[in-house]
């Protein structure tokens, strides 16, 4: 038995939050997935709402955990790029794209629905964060059926400030109160918006609503 399939044996006797924000993850992958499946040669190298990636390389990069072999492959890699992040995320998602076709990627991805894989520190809502956010940088940039509000609102309702930081974003006076569903991101000023409008201001793929 692999150290996954311990993961998902394990899954009966989680917490009921961590169990619901794990089913909320399965669901939007399986939802993705299913949408992947029908794009066409040309929207899998559209432009994404991510800067310089292509819809595959968005893919690519949220099929990363499931490719690695193992924590000490992925730190072996990172460290070659000085433990920069962000440049080592780049430059994967561009080598997976050299490698693998998009069909390819598509099985990656639509295999793995149910893995367990969560981000270092970020638990079970950092798992969904990662599945909304790259969702919306393609759904988004190919004007396909967006992620359920209620979905979007556990990812906010889990954004701190350590994730505002990540994303650069300021809510000095300002917090931003969903219209359609209940959560509120900051401690100023009242400024409502759409859940969707919310996360893709804080993470830097829109201007913040004002």
């Not at 080592?88 to 990656?108: C, K, S």
């Not at 969702?135 to 556990?154: F, H, K, M, Y």
Request: negative net charge; glycine residues 8%.
């Amino acid at each position: 038995m692999t150290e996954n399939d311990i993961l998902r044996a394990g899954e009966d006797t989680l917490p009921a939050e961590e169990s619901m924000l794990r089913a909320e993850t399965y669901a939007e992958r399986e939802r993705l997935a299913a949408l992947l499946a029908g794009l066409s040669p040309q929207q899998w190298a559209a432009p994404s709402l991510c800067a310089g990636w292509r819809v595959r390389e968005v893919v690519a990069h949220m099929t990363m955990p499931y490719r690695m072999a193992s924590a000490e492959e992925f730190q072996a890699a990172l460290a070659a790029y000085g433990m920069d992040f962000d440049r080592y995320a780049d430059a994967e998602a561009h080598d997976t794209t050299e490698r693998l076709g998009d069909a390819e990627l598509l099985a990656v991805y639509r295999d793995n629905v149910r893995h367990p894989w969560q981000p270092p520190g970020g638990g079970a809502a950092g798992a969904l964060s990662h599945e909304v956010i790259h969702g919306l940088d393609i759904t988004e940039a190919l004007s396909l059926p967006t992620v359920p509000a209620e979905r979007i609102a556990q990812v906010l309702a889990h954004a701190g400030a350590k994730n505002l930081a990540y994303f650069g974003t300021d809510l000095s006076g300002i917090s931003l109160v969903a219209t359609d569903a209940d959560v509120r991101v900051g401690d100023g000023t009242p400024v409502p918006a759409p859940v969707k409008e919310i996360l893709l201001g804080i993470t830097g793929r829109r201007p913040l609503p004002s």
